[in-house]
């Protein structure tokens, strides 16, 4: 199976500054359509995940444009320009190419 | 909108059987859509069960493929988990899900089941 490793583990943020959370899959993600099959989550405390990024980069309906992913080879980024109060919460990649489809490990931001 | 709610018993003994039903609405089940199950355990990451299409085809986490079943009912528009043998490792909050190839998945609140005598 494809194996996700994120890091950090946990990321103190400053609210107005920028923050990134890395992921690596062991294998390409990269379908034969030309998309990548990597999708972003938030999960904030006592909710379920809402999906931020799908298609490697691509922002979910009604997701503020400060979220972003981007791709290099097997590494994706999740960038938020200008971290607010509300983006607390533990944060999960997940591939979407290959059963059994595989989560990080999770990425808790908190308000420093 | 696309909407998925879980339902099933909160409580399970350990050897029984686990069974959730996922009730879709917005969408029909019938569609180009892969229907699927993730869980979490209190406290932790989040795992992927397995999913099913309409046609009844269906992959499952080689994890869990001895102990799962997983159903479809087209008529009612809601598809079934139903997992064996379970023990105090499968209490968790277990999520459905809908994904296709090109658009955001959707996924319920999630219900949390606790296995215990």
């Known amino acids: 199976e494809i194996v996700m490793t994120q890091s950090p583990l946990s990321l103190p943020v400053t609210p107005g500054e920028a923050a990134s959370i890395s992921c690596r899959s062991s294998e390409s993600l990269l379908h034969s359509n030309g998309y990548n099959y990597l999708e972003w989550y938030l999960q904030k405390p006592g909710q379920s995940p809402q999906v931020l990024i799908y298609l490697g980069s691509t922002r979910a309906s009604g997701v503020p444009d400060r979220f972003s992913g981007s791709t290099s080879g097997t590494d994706f980024t999740l960038k938020i320009s200008r971290v607010e109060a509300e983006d607390v919460g533990v944060y999960y990649c997940?591939?979407?190419?290959?059963?059994?489809?595989?989560f990080g490990g999770g990425t808790k931001v908190e308000i420093k | 909108q696309v909407q998925l709610r879980e339902s099933g018993p909160r409580l399970v003994k350990p050897s029984g059987t686990l069974s959730l039903t996922c009730v879709v609405s917005g969408v029909s089940i019938s569609s180009s859509n892969w229907w699927s199950w993730v869980r979490q355990p209190p406290g932790q990451g989040l795992e992927w069960i397995g999913e099913?299409?309409?046609?009844?085809?269906?992959n499952y986490n080689p994890s869990l493929k001895s102990r799962l079943t997983m159903s479809i009912d087209n008529s009612k528009n809601q598809f079934s988990l139903r997992l064996t043998s379970v023990t105090a490792a499968d209490t968790a909050l277990y999520y459905c899900t809908r994904r296709d190839y090109y658009t955001s998945p959707n996924w319920g609140q999630g219900t949390l089941v606790i296995v215990s005598s």
């Open positions: 997940m591939q979407a190419l290959q059963t059994p489809f595989t």
């Open positions: 099913i299409y309409h046609s009844g085809t269906t």
